[in-house]
């Protein structure tokens, strides 16, 4: 799972040249660089934060520890370190919910639905119009079978940003779930659209023909998946799974 960025001028934002400004944009230039090692080599940048906390690293320094740890699959602990940030930082806003979304993040990857959504509605009391906190809380929602209330967050997001591909592709399975098959297609007709190679659209648009007994256009979808996907790709191997099935007559 991709971990969410925060914008870093909401972290350290540099003053006019100054000797403080400019000990704030090496600060900066810190962080950045111990994120990026965080998504790429979590243990060398777990090592580094903690040399950075004990040189007054301040937040920025706990924050990069913080989704090491993520990457170490530490993922309890990462989850509690972003969330006691959130709570003690004094930044704005929308830095304290991007802590709030990672944390979420992590206790999804630790198995713990309950608490990826409260961090994720806590982070949507901060920023309640942020349609990427309304898709990833919907897809907490989902993964708990609470499709009602999956399908309202994924409504908002998309009032919020109508052609967002993702959004239109989980309301269609929210929908399907709720057994709104013509809402569903409506849905994945309009992600297809926006994005003809949208794998997720594509494989909703199988599972969707082949409820409705149209094996012919279920495998034709699932067909077109493969033709784009990564052969690797989660999308591949389920539509892979579903013409097998299709082909035994399951």
Do not use: F
């Not at 350290?12 to 950045?32: C, D, F, I, K, N």
């Not at 906390?53 to 937040?59: R, V």
Request: proline share 5%; net charge negative; with cysteine.
């Amino acid at each position: 799972m991709k971990i969410l960025p925060l914008t870093l001028a909401a972290l350290l934002l540099p003053a006019a040249a100054s000797p403080a400004a400019a000990q704030q944009v090496t600060e900066a230039q810190m962080y950045r660089d111990c994120m990026r090692l965080a998504a790429e080599q979590p243990k060398e940048a777990w090592e580094k934060a903690g040399q950075w906390i004990g040189l007054a690293g301040g937040e920025p320094a706990r924050h990069c520890a913080a989704v090491a740890l993520i990457g170490l699959e530490e993922y309890k602990e990462a989850a509690e370190r972003l969330e006691m940030l959130a709570t003690t930082s004094t930044r704005a806003p929308e830095v304290r919910a991007g802590m709030l979304a990672q944390a979420a993040q992590a206790w999804m990857l630790d198995g713990n639905l309950e608490r990826a959504n409260a961090a994720q509605t806590t982070a949507l009391e901060l920023t309640p119009d942020d349609p990427v906190l309304l898709v990833d809380r919907a897809v907490t929602l989902g993964s708990a079978k609470n499709y009602a209330e999956a399908a309202a967050d994924l409504t908002r997001a998309l009032e919020l940003d109508p052609n967002r591909v993702d959004a239109l592709v989980y309301r269609a399975t929210a929908y399907r779930y709720l057994d709104r098959l013509t809402d569903a297609r409506a849905d994945v007709d309009r992600a297809l659209a926006l994005d003809p190679d949208a794998l997720g659209a594509l494989l909703e648009k199988g599972v969707l023909a082949r409820l409705g007994g149209d094996d012919a256009a279920a495998r034709a979808a699932w067909k077109a998946l493969l033709a784009v996907a990564p052969p690797d790709s989660p999308e591949a191997q389920q539509a892979q799974d579903n013409i097998a099935r299709l082909e035994i007559g399951g």
